[in-house]
């Protein structure tokens, strides 16, 4: 082969690698996108009918999770069944579901499991979902409460909202 054929084939192998490239970047999911899809790995509601709420408050925070219409029961229902469900594994310090979810390396998560005994955790049913409180005297523990709270608010978009 020729010092210039060689140098086309060259030049088009490169060009096809970076239209791959390219191509998939263009294709790639947002955090948004991924947690959505992935949402019935932990949550076993219909996460496009729900909303995701969380309050930051000076002892941790709560975390809300509210159906759209709080007429379909059977959302309620299972909300209500998964934030109970949570709230236990919280209280051991087993945040086994929102890392599946968002990765062992989410932040605060590991000063959560850490520091499980030193946070309260309760659960209470909601007319229309269900919450879990996070209450400490630890402002370390608050922080990672305040850090994972953010973490969530970021990666489920239009599903979360702060209050």
Known sequence: M????????????????????????????????????????????????????????ESGGVQRIIAKDPSEKDQVELIQRHLKHEAKSFQRGDYSDPAKLHGDEMPGLKELKTGAAD???????????????????DIHLVTAIHRWFGAQLSEHGADAKAE
């Not at 946070?119 to 005297?137: M, P």
């Open 2 to 57: 020729n010092s210039s054929v060689h140098t086309v084939f060259n030049l088009t192998r490169v060009v096809a690698i970076l239209l791959v490239l390219a191509s998939s970047t263009a294709f790639a999911q947002t955090p948004q996108e991924r947690i959505h899809g992935m949402s019935h790995s932990v949550m076993p509601f219909d996460m496009s009918k729900t909303i995701h709420i969380f309050k930051m408050t």
């Open 119 to 137: 946070i309260k955790v309760s659960y209470a049913d909601l007319s229309a979902g269900a919450e879990i409180r996070f209450q400490t005297t």
